[in-house]
């Protein structure tokens, strides 16, 4: 499989590790960056800062490799940590593409998650590499990660009571997080 786009959030993906990491150039090539990806470049080459990566990347989906297969238990997953001087950092990609196959060789499954979901259930002491071994990527140390989950809750408890001040109206799905919401950014 060479997409996840589409897919359903928790649908089960398995890893190919001939349309991962060796042939993500080829790839790249033939699929426009995603709007993560872009933010991250534009951040790298002075265009934007690190307040856009995050918008981004909270709005994102994306990809955890994982060394189970996905089931609607996601407590279930074993998703591929580096260790970062003593941190374990949480891998995540931003496409398929993105997964080398070093990470492939251990982890055959991914599942396509919200990272606003994800950062919310990271354990207290994990930090977070987005697209490691790839030029468009970045880390949070987990302090940063906590912060960014507890601004995320913080927001989703505020529109929740937004909603329920309000009369009445027609129930719709989630829409973006506004990051300017968030406090420290």
């Known amino acids: ?5 589409g897919a359903d959030t928790n649908e089960p993906q398995n890893i190919d590790a001939s349309t991962t990491g060796e042939t993500a150039d080829t790839q790249e090539e033939a699929r426009e960056s995603t709007p993560l990806e872009a933010a991250i470049a534009n951040g790298q080459a002075g265009q934007g800062d690190m307040n856009d990566v995050i918008a981004q990347f909270v709005n994102a989906l994306i990809v955890v490799p994982t060394a189970t297969e996905v089931t609607d238990d996601l407590n279930e997953l074993q998703p591929v940590l580096f260790d970062r001087e003593g941190m374990p950092m949480l891998a995540v990609f931003t496409h398929i593409d993105r997964i080398p196959p070093q990470v492939a060789d251990v982890a055959s499954y991914a ?13 207290a002491e994990t930090g977070l590499v987005v697209n490691p071994g790839n030029p468009e990527g970045f880390e949070m140390l987990a302090e940063g990660v906590q912060q960014l989950a507890n601004d995320v809750r913080n927001m989703v ?4 009571q937004a909603q329920a001040d309000e009369p009445a109206a027609p129930t719709t799905t989630p ?9 420290n950014f």
């Open 1 to 5: 499989m060479t997409s996840t786009e």
């Open 111 to 123: 599942v396509q998650l919200p990272a606003a979901e994800l950062v919310q259930a990271i354990p």
């Open 157 to 160: 408890a505020a529109m929740e």
């Open 175 to 183: 829409g973006k997080v506004d990051p300017s919401g968030i406090p």
